[in-house]
T-cell receptor, first 114, second 109 residues
């Protein structure tokens, strides 16, 4: 148990569906991250929030839309996804962004796009 | 460009020792992290090295040579539960983690 929870753990959706992934951290951290993990590839950073403000968007397609209502919660809204978006989506948090702070990960959401 | 290299897969025997290597080329350096990830689970933090040398933590040790752009993770007295992927990541000058693709470690009885 890392102190970071994600729901749902598994999600199957069609290309026309809209769904949301949820992440919650119980560590009192200020920075939160979304990563995409595909088989045999390095983790890809998607979005970073620090004190609820988005600080990075690594050229992620607009069909992925993040939301951070407070420092403990992070959402990833999904719409009109493509089959190549099927992957494990990991949420992480760290004390702050801008320092050598360890990132703590949630268990991820396994997404399958049909 | 920035690059992290580590072997794709390694096999070792229960009770033995295994060394997983990681080489890197990054824009700046603010430390190197090792994570363990069991299948279907969260990556969990193992170690952080920012100075040259060996850091020992129980059965696991991590080594760093900044001049060579090189690190290794040493696992001793291997147990079946050590079967997992091991991820190497370097924090660059912007404090962004640059990740390797991970090394899948298979432990055989």
């Amino acid at each position: 148990e890392t102190g970071v929870t994600q729901t749902p753990r598994h999600l199957v959706m069609g290309m026309t569906n809209k769904k949301s992934l949820k992440c919650e951290q119980h560590l009192g951290h200020n920075a939160m991250y979304w990563y995409k993990q595909s088989a045999k590839k390095p983790l890809e950073l998607m979005f970073v929030y620090n004190f609820k403000e988005q600080t990075e968007n690594n050229s992620v397609p607009s069909r992925f839309s993040p939301e951070c209502p407070n420092s403990s919660h992070l959402f990833l809204h999904l719409h009109t996804l493509q089959p190549e978006d099927s992957a494990l989506y990991l949420c992480a948090s760290s004390q702050d962004r801008g320092g050598p702070d360890t990132q703590y990960f949630g268990p991820g959401t396994r997404l399958t796009v049909l | 460009g920035q690059n992290i290299d580590q072997p794709t897969e390694m096999t070792a025997t229960e009770g033995a020792i295994v060394q997983i290597n990681c080489t890197y080329q990054t824009s700046g350096f603010n430390g190197l992290f090792w994570y363990q990830q069991h299948a279907g689970e969260a990556p969990t933090f193992l170690s952080y090295n920012v100075l040259d040398g060996l850091e020992e933590k129980g059965r696991f040790s991590s080594f760093l040579s900044r001049s060579k752009g090189y690190s290794y993770l040493l696992l001793k007295e291997l147990q079946m539960k050590d079967s997992a992927s091991y991820l190497c990541a370097v924090m660059d000058s912007n404090y962004q983690l640059i990740w390797g693709a991970g090394t899948k470690l298979i432990i055989k009885p």
